[in-house]
């Protein structure tokens, strides 16, 4: 029985997240050796993701445009244009500003799609919208990167290179992890292989920002109530927004998972790889954090009102 309760907790997507926090903030720098490594982290996790899917299902095109448009949308453009906002009012440091800067460039989090089938949200619209929007960035993140940041920063090739390890190879990758002998083993471990992946780009890029976060306190209070708002009060009003324009709740889940959930490993990575200063990793670091946090809080509200909806319908029942 203990046995069986430890592996439970070792396997706990929620649990390995905070560890991986909670490695970094012990050992602090002493893990920056892993940050070189950190972008064939996040490219393997993303092979080993996608690697059930098949891009075939990405066609007819015509037919996914609309879970492709709404992801690029609201991901890149919408989400992008009030994240910026919000840090040019807000944020004096150049670096906060970069650091917010990549973030809006950075596609959705692959972790929409198990979060959206756990709240019962569209899968099919998930699935479609992440693979598609996870290609589109191959091109965008590269472009919103280069707009916004400030010229001579950083280094196109730089960019470029780090898109290619990160995005377009990790998808060739995903084809080859669909050979029979290789699918069975990620097929069986997928869940556990991505959830360690994000410990070890965790644990760095919390490491590389413990100093700043222990240090410049006051300094670091901005950014996290962008990054809140960014989870939590923007995601409750474009619920509002879409409940009031009657649109499915399946899709209403799916759609502001697509919007608030950056993959923020992928955030973390361009801005270690792009940057010197470690001020410009702080609001990915922050990121990170808050991730397992709305997860949490999401799903419990998802599930207080979805015990209502029951409570409702047991009500009218009766009455009948």
Do not use: C, W
């Not at 002493?30 to 299902?57: D, K, M, Q, W």
């Not at 709240?119 to 280069?146: E, R, T």
């Not at 474009?238 to 998972?257: C, E, G, M, T, W």
């Not at 608030?260 to 955030?267: C, D, E, P, R, W």
Request: charged residues 15%; positive net charge.
């Amino acid at each position: 029985m203990r046995n069986l309760t430890l592996e439970k907790l070792l396997t706990s997507r929620n649990f390995i997240l905070v560890l991986g926090i909670t490695l970094g903030l012990i050992f602090g720098e002493e893990v920056a050796f892993l940050e070189n490594y950190t972008p064939y982290i996040i490219g393997a996790i993303l092979a080993v993701s996608i690697s059930s899917l098949r891009f075939r299902e990405l066609l007819p095109l015509k037919k996914n445009l609309k879970p492709i448009g709404v992801t690029v949308l609201v991901n890149y453009f919408i989400y992008g244009a009030i994240v910026l906002t919000l840090a040019n009012l807000f944020i004096s440091s150049e670096a906060f500003k970069l650091g917010f800067v990549v973030i809006a460039a950075t596609p959705p989090a692959i972790a929409v799609i198990p979060f959206s089938i756990n709240l019962k949200g569209d899968a099919q619209f998930s699935i479609v919208g992440i693979v598609g929007g996870n290609i589109a960035g191959i091109v965008l993140a590269p472009v919103i990167i280069m707009i916004f940041s400030a010229q001579g920063a950083i280094d196109p090739m730089a960019v470029v290179t780090l898109i290619l390890k990160m995005l377009a190879v990790p998808m060739l990758v995903s084809r080859l992890l669909r050979i029979k002998p290789v699918h069975g083993f990620i097929e069986k471990h997928r869940s556990i292989l991505i959830d360690y992946g994000f410990l070890l780009v965790a644990m760095t890029v919390i490491g590389i920002t413990r100093s700043l976060l222990f240090n410049n306190t006051l300094e670091a209070i901005i950014p996290f109530l962008i990054v809140v708002f960014m989870m939590f009060g923007l995601g409750y009003l474009f619920q509002v927004y879409l409940n009031a324009r009657r649109i499915d709740p399946h899709l209403i889940i799916s759609n502001k998972l697509i919007l608030v959930m950056k993959n923020a490993g992928f955030a973390s990575v361009m801005a270690m790889g792009l940057f010197e200063d470690p001020h410009v990793v702080l609001p990915s670091a922050i990121l990170s954090v808050m991730l397992p946090v709305y997860y949490l809080v999401q799903s419990n509200i998802d599930l207080l009102n979805n015990l209502k909806r029951i409570q409702k319908k047991r009500v009218a029942m009766e009455a009948k």
